[in-house]
């Protein structure tokens, strides 16, 4: 593992504990050459995803952005950061159990609907506007009505 601060190839792993749902091992290294200390993440991969765009793109699917888009949607929200991580795994997995290397982004946007809409009702909203790109007032105007119908339980 390569050190972040100064590049030096030679790393010790110091300690190893698994994450809270076990689905990921943190580890703790220290760079044999600047001795300075960082943590590693290793999740278990089944399979390498492609996201197809809307464009008809193909990029590698990146968790980073999965996680960074989920979290911009709960920011300022009462959403604890280990029910986070279990949404974002959960995503993960759906996606790789689907048996598919290759998802389009648009089942994506559906998967993190769904999760978040069962998290909380306002990141939901957040992230259906950005990506059902609501453009005036009334487009989030008739959202919430939907939401607010009987049986529509976010």
């Known amino acids: 593992m390569r050190c972040p601060f100064c590049g030096h190839e030679e790393t ?9 749902d076990g689905s990921a091992i943190r580890r703790r290294r220290a760079c044999s050459s600047c001795t300075q200390r960082f943590t590693t ?3 278990v991969q089944l399979r390498e995803l492609t996201v197809v765009k ?3 793109r193909r990029v590698p ?6 996680a960074r888009s989920v979290r911009v949607a709960v920011r300022k929200r009462p959403v604890e950061e280990d029910r986070l991580e279990r949404v974002i795994n959960g995503i993960v997995r759906q ?3 689907s048996g598919e290397a290759d998802i389009p982004s648009k089942q994506i ?8 809409k069962e998290v909380d009702a306002v990141a939901y ?8 790109n609501f453009r005036e007032a009334k487009d989030f105007r008739g959202f ?3 939401l607010s119908e009987p049986g529509a339980e976010p």
């Open 12 to 20: 010790q792993v110091k300690d190893s504990r698994p994450s809270e």
């Open 41 to 43: 993440v290793e999740r």
């Open 54 to 56: 809307s464009d008809g």
């Open 61 to 66: 699917f990146d968790r980073d952005k999965l």
């Open 95 to 97: 996606m790789e159990a």
């Open 109 to 116: 946007g559906e998967l993190v609907m769904e999760a978040l």
């Open 125 to 132: 909203v957040r992230f259906a506007s950005v990506y059902r």
């Open 144 to 146: 919430i009505d939907e």
